[in-house]
């Protein structure tokens, strides 16, 4: 399938419309045109070879939308018509332990991301959600419940299981005492979704200036991290903290709000951090850990569980062809919350500016 996108093909190279082929569906497989996707600060550090592994030409994209257009034989759950979303990942073993319990995102063998992977069997690099259309395996299809608003729904497939599955792993509920430092995309959904699970949730902000905008998305309190004697006051206070700052810092200053057992998970950073002093660690039993995404049955709940309770980011729509502009906002911090691009404004192969194309390989 002729699809259209926009992709990065050097480093430091800005994004372009760029043509290519989806492969012809499997039996396994469906394909879906786009409606929305997401732009993830990933996206940014994997177009500017942040971590060092970026291949060219890329084309980003993992918080997708879409509605489906053709589906393979062997394809049950999915029929032409239907919307689905693609978050993270669209491949795995599907046999290790890890992918028997529905954490494909640890997948011993590796999981197949939504760019930048070889796919399993062609060895073909993968291409994400800025584009038209999009194939992917039917068991990392998700299905989008009824009365969630597609539109604002995409950055729930990154940056929502992103905070959620740490917050299910240790049990943030009624009667927990939930931290979120950083209050960007990340951020404001660990607010949200901390919040809708019953947590008392407070941000952790160098400044008091964002103090209104974390009680306008849920949060019980804001606490000032640059101010010693408040810190002081806080000491153990917190059984979990949520950290969604994507830069190196310094964990040592919140290390002294976990109470006992309390635990510091990390999800933003991806790299070096400052560091660590050990003695809160060792003398308060505290912990910090990591948390990437969560399974597919996992983002599935939390996209059920955001119907439910009317849990959505806080979006800004562009175009497709705004996508270097929002990427320079994105690296100053100049997004509340989130991007979302819709892709009606993106012009397929065949010039039009949306529609669906005849169904791949004649199945449908």
Not at 133 to 147: A, N
Not at 232 to 258: E, G, M, W
Not at 271 to 290: D, F, H, I, K
Request: aromatic content about 6%.
């Amino acid at each position: 399938m002729k699809t259209a996108g926009f992709a990065c093909e050097a480093v430091g190279a800005p994004l372009v419309p760029y043509t290519f082929e989806r492969r012809e569906l499997r039996p396994n497989d469906v394909a879906m045109e786009i409606l929305y996707c997401g732009v993830c600060h990933s996206d940014l550090h994997w177009v500017q070879n942040d971590w060092g592994w970026t291949t060219y030409p890329t084309l980003t994209g993992h918080e997708i939308i879409g509605r489906v257009i053709a589906a393979g034989p062997e394809v049950t759950r999915f029929k032409v018509g239907d919307h689905g979303a693609v978050g993270c990942i669209v491949d795995s073993c599907q046999r290790c332990d890890q992918c028997r319990k529905g954490e494909e995102q640890l997948c011993r063998e590796g999981n197949t991301q939504t760019y930048g992977s070889p796919d399993r069997i062609t060895g073909e690099i993968t291409m994400g959600g800025y584009s038209k259309h999009i194939v992917v395996r039917e068991e990392f299809v998700l299905r989008v419940p009824e009365g969630l608003d597609l539109s604002r729904a995409a950055p729930l497939l990154c940056a929502g299981i992103t905070t959620y599955s740490p917050l299910r792993t240790w049990n943030a509920g009624p009667g927990s005492r939930v931290g979120v430092i950083g209050l960007g995309g990340l951020g404001h959904m660990a607010v949200k979704l901390a919040s809708g699970l019953g947590a008392h949730v407070t941000v952790l902000s160098r400044s008091p200036d964002k103090a209104a905008d974390a009680r306008a998305l849920g949060a019980d309190a804001l606490l000032v991290s640059t101010d010693q004697v408040v810190m002081a006051k806080a000491a153990s206070s917190f059984d979990l903290i949520i950290d969604t700052v994507p830069v190196r810092h310094d964990l040592n200053t919140y290390l002294p709000l976990l109470d006992a057992d309390g635990t510091l998970v990390i999800v933003g950073q991806v790299g070096p951090v400052n560091e660590l002093v050990t003695v809160p660690l060792v003398l308060g039993r505290r912990r910090v850990a990591g948390s990437p995404i969560g399974g597919i049955a996992e983002t599935q709940e939390l996209l059920d569980f955001c119907a439910r309770k009317n849990i959505l980011p806080d979006v800004e729509m562009i175009r497709m062809d705004e996508i270097n502009e929002a990427f320079r906002r994105m690296d100053r911090s100049d997004v509340r919350y989130r991007f979302v691009i819709d892709m009606a404004s993106l012009t397929s192969p065949g010039g039009t500016a949306s529609g669906s194309p005849r169904p791949p390989g004649g199945i449908g």
